[in-house]
């Protein structure tokens, strides 16, 4: 019954930026974590960056001092900022949600369904 609707993806050339926003939405107790992941072809997924609930983040060494991660707690809603992107940075990107759907739960991940980003000239 959780929901993650992610939006920004697209075309940019080399240098350009692009600012990514997920929402959650459903039947939400508590959320620890939000956070962005991305999976090139071929590859495995990994972490872009992620944010507690109480502003903690975390960022994948390549994309360090270019990308910035956000939250608005009240909306349930993270974002990421990508300026100076590379081609390196194409690759489907995707929302994660760290919550607990009831207070007798264990907390679970849950995931958007993912938005393209491609870096080309």
């Known amino acids: 019954q959780v929901q993650l609707v992610e939006s920004g993806g697209g075309l940019v050339q080399p240098g350009g930026s692009l600012r990514l926003s997920c929402a959650a939405s459903?039947?939400?107790?508590?959320?620890?974590?939000m956070g962005w992941y991305r999976q090139a072809p071929g590859k495995q997924r990994e972490l872009v960056a992620d944010?507690?609930?109480?502003?903690?983040?975390n960022y994948a060494s390549s994309v360090k001092g270019r990308f910035t991660i956000s939250r608005d707690n009240a909306k349930n809603t993270v974002y990421l900022q990508m300026n100076s992107l590379k081609p390196a940075d194409t690759a489907v990107y995707y929302c994660?949600?760290?919550?607990?759907?009831?207070?007798?739960?264990?907390?679970?991940?849950?995931w958007g369904q993912g938005t393209q980003v491609t870096v080309s000239s």
């Open positions: 994660n949600a760290r919550l607990k759907t009831t207070y007798w739960e264990t907390v679970r991940d849950y």
């Open positions: 459903g039947s939400i107790f508590s959320i620890n974590a």
């Open positions: 944010i507690t609930s109480a502003g903690t983040t």
